[in-house]
Each structure stands twice: as structure tokens, then as C-alpha cells.
């Protein structure tokens, strides 16, 4: 829902790393505050780590130790937005516009015990909400709360996203604005292909499906929060503070087939061969990896020649090589030996509500490809996406046909 020029609103505004990532842009997001209160506005702010910051304390952590304790990682990581919220309440106050820090703690984030990766459990916004009825804004530090433990926990990469969403929904907010280095959710990642199209809107199941295949920005776990919840999303940029992309649900929404590209480098794929055709296999091996908390992703199985078959299934990078060996565990059981990984990959996905109802998307995507001389490993489908899984090498270059032969700069496929 976009709140109505002129009403005044309740909204939580987001602002990522590179939004705050200087003096400058800690000034310039204030003014921008500052605007908001003088139409009356009652905002919210959720500020991430400035610039590379995040990056920039893994890195010492690594540094330092190879142990690296959850419980000290969390204290560490979430020092960096605690940082950013002091700083924006400064230039804030400079500004005459009253305004106040919470940690994700006093904010009323109630995690699991989860460190590095901590899921909400609860916010208990009583503190916000008086600082909000008082006339003051409330600066609060993103991707972190406080355990049923008790301890500081943070809620992984991307985090701050999901901190808003979830204040959103606590306080009844109108609208849950993203702000980002870009000016809203383009029709493929816009580093990649120059004439990628800002879209004004888009419905929930299609980010959702563009943040499961690559697209990092909003992070995905607040978008299946903001959809299960119903908080309309706003992404926009806060460097030109132009209306960006509205995420609601699909109905009255007019549809391209076709709404977007992605693509994702960061699997790894595994393929055991020579499987022999019997049940239980398939069954024993994703048992096994599920057990050591191996995130299976795509799995394609052929059809069985002699007897015998393949199957090929992804993996993150991360957990390429602790899959082959929980793999070459089974040979026994698994009836072969020949099991291969293979890290330089990478999967393409074209995205489109309208897909569901319009044949020939899936064969335009694999004619391209196959124009183009870009080889097709793997596919996979939903009701709203095909993925193809080719060499990383070529993944930018399928990415750049594709958005030209659906016409993305147009939007008219
Ligand atoms: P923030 O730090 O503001 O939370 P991120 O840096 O995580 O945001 O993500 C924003 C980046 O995502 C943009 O700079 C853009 O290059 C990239 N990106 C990739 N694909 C898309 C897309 N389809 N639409 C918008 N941005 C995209
Ligand atoms: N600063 C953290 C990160 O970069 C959390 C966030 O910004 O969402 O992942
Ligand atoms: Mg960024």
C-alpha cells in the first residue's frame, strides 16, 4: 500500500551500509528524517552497520582466532550497527529533531539462542511505542536481539532488513520503506545488464522467487515475513529519494509474463553416477546430508538407462566438500563409487507471475541459451520460475540475452 500523498503515516524507514556509510550520508538521511517530521510523520529508523563495516569485523575475527565462540561473534557484529545508531541520533539532534538509540535488545527483539544466524521470536515493542507517542524517533539498531539466553544475538547477513519488517508488523506501521543504494527492485541485477528496468510494483511470490535465486536485496527471510504478515514493502533509494518499487500482494496488479532475471553463483554442484535403480536410495543419501544440516537445493535425477542412474543435486560452496564426503560415505549403500563436485557453476532463473498461465516462456529461455551456445546442465521449475544451471563462466552473458529476448528494458515480453 503506498500511503497517501499528503496523510500523515507511521513508517519505519530502513537505511543499509552504504546509506549511512559516511558523514554525508548520515546528514543526508537525517534531513531526510527531518522532513518526514515536519509533515508530521511518525518514523521509525532502522539503521544498518555503516558501509563495509559487517565485512570489515569478520574479517579481524578471522584474524585473531579460528575459533571464533557464536556467543563473541554476535557481541562483535552487532557493535557495528550500535555504532550507526549513536551517529544518526546525533546528526538528528543537530537538526532539532528529537531522537533516541535502542539496541536490538531494548528494542524488544526476542531471539532464539542461535548465534551468527539468530531467528525472532518475538518484539516487544512497548519502549518504541512510547518514544514514538512522546514525539520522539526512535533509532534502532538492525539485525540483532537479545536471547532467551539473555545473551546479544545477531540475526545474520542481511538481517537489518528483517528488523524492520518485523517492527512494521509490531507497530502497526503503514509501510515498511527499505532505502538502498539502488532506486528500487530492477528487472535483473543492474551491475550486470546496463538498461535493467526499475519496476514500480511487484507481488510477493515473484521477489520471494527473485530473493530464493539471487537477488540480494530485500533480504529474503523479510520478505516471507512482510508476505506471511502483510506488510506492504516500499525499496527505494537513499540517494535520490525517488518513489521505488511497492512489493504487495499479485491481485489487481497488472502482469508481464515475464518480471525478472536472476542468477546465482553461489552453488556447488554434486553428481553420483551409476546409481542402481532401486527405492530407498535417493531416500538414504538426502537423509544423510539433511542430518548434517546440508541445504540441498535443486536435485535432478535421470531416467534410468540399464538399470542404473544419475543423480546431481546443488549445494552452497560452503558445503560442497562435506557433502561429497557424507557422499563417498555411502558408497556401500549407495551401489557406486563415482561421485564428482563441481564448483563452477551457476544458476539462471527467469521470473513472472504471468508464467502460470502463458506456455512457451520455458522453450523461449532454453532457445536463447541455446542460440547463444550456453550449455544446460540442470532445470528446474515452479509456478512462477524456470532455473538453468550453466557454467559460471557464462552466467552474466545468459543473463544479458535473456533480459534482451523477454524485452525487460521495455517490460513488454
Ligand atoms: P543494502 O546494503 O542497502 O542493504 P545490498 O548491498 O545488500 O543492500 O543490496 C543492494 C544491491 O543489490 C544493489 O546495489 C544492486 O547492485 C544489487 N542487486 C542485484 N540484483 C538486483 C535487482 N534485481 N534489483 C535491485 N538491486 C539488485
Ligand atoms: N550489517 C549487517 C550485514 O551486512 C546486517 C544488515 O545490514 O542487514 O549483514
Ligand atoms: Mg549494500
Known amino acids: 500500500m503506498a500511503v497517501a500523498s499528503g496523510a500523515v503515516a507511521r513508517l519505519v524507514q530502513k537505511f543499509g551500509g552504504t546509506s549511512v556509510g559516511d558523514a554525508d550520508r548520515i ?31 569478520l574479517r579481524v ?23 550507526a545508531i549513536a551517529l544518526v541520533c546525533m546528526a538528528l539532534a543537530d537538526l532539532g529533531v528529537e531522537a533516541e538509540s ?12 542461535r548465534h551468527t544466524d539468530a531467528k525472532i521470536l518475538e518484539v516487544r515493542p512497548d519502549r518504541i511505542e512510547a518514544a514514538l507517542q512522546a514525539g520522539r524517533v526512535p533509532v534502532v539498531a538492525g539485525a540483532q536481539g537479545v536471547s532467551t539466553d539473555n545473551d546479544v544475538t545477531f540475526l545474520g547477513r542481511g538481517g537489518s532488513d528483517t528488523t524492520a519488517v518485523a517492527l512494521a508488523k509490531a507497530l502497526k506501521a503503514d509501510a515498511c520503506e527499505l532505502y538502498t543504494d539502488v532506486s528500487g527492485v530492477f528487472t535483473t541485477d543492474p551491475r550486470v545488464v546496463s538498461n535493467a528496468r526499475k519496476m514500480s510494483h511487484i507481488s510477493f511470490d515473484e521477489l520471494l522467487e527473485m530473493t530464493a535465486t539471487g537477488c540480494p536485496k530485500p533480504a529474503m527471510r523479510s520478505v516471507e515475513y512482510a508476505r506471511r504478515h502483510g506488510v506492504p514493502l516500499h525499496v527505494r533509494s537513499a540517494f535520490t529519494w525517488e518513489p521505488g518499487t511497492l512489493v504487495s500482494e499479485e491481485v489487481a496488479m497488472e502482469h508481464a509474463v515475464v518480471s525478472a532475471i536472476t542468477h546465482d553463483t553461489s552453488e556447488a554442484k554434486v553428481t553420483v553416477s551409476g546409481v542402481p535403480d532401486r527405492p530407498g536410495v535417493a531416500a538414504r543419501l538426502f537423509r544423510a546430508l539433511a542430518d548434517r544440516n546440508v541445504n540441498v537445493d535443486m536435485i535432478v535425477q535421470n531416467a534410468s538407462a540399464a538399470g542404473v542412474t544419475d543423480i546431481s543435486f546443488t549445494v552452497p560452496h560452503a558445503d560442497l566438500d562435506v557433502a561429497l564426503v557424507i557422499a563417498r560415505d555411502l558408497t556401500d549403500e549407495l551401489g557406486t563409487d563415482q561421485i564428482t563436485g563441481d564448483p563452477d557453476i551457476a544458476r ?43 557454467r559460471e563462466a557464462d552466467a552474466e552473458r545468459a543473463v544479458q540475452v535473456l533480459h534482451d529476448v523477454y524485452e525487460l528494458d521495455k517490460g513488454s515480453y
Do not use: W
Not at 528524517?33 to 570489515?56: Q, W, Y
Not at 535502542?102 to 539462542?113: E, H, L, P, R
Open 102 to 113: 535502542y539496541t536490538g535488545s531494548q528494542a524488544g527483539f526476542i531471539t532464539d539462542t
Open 27 to 57: 546528514r543526508a538521511v537525517a534531513d531526510h528524517v527531518a522532513r518526514h517530521r515536519r509533515r508530521g510523520d511518525e518514523i521509525v529508523l532502522v539503521v544498518s552497520a555503516m558501509g563495509k563495516e559487517t565485512d570489515e569485523l
Open 61 to 83: 575475527a578471522r584474524e585473531v582466532s579460528s575459533t571464533h565462540p557464536g556467543r563473541e561473534m554476535d557481541m562483535l557484529i552487532t557493535a557495528g550497527e550500535r555504532k
Open 348 to 390: 539462471v532463473s527467469v521470473i513472472g507471475a504471468g508464467m502460470k498461465t502463458n506456455p512457451g516462456v520455458a522453450a523461449a529461455m532454453f532457445e536463447t541459451l541455446a542460440d547463444n551456445g550456453i550449455n544446460i546442465d540442470m532445470i528446474s521449475t515452479s509456478a512462477i520460475r524456470t532455473s538453468c544451471v550453466v
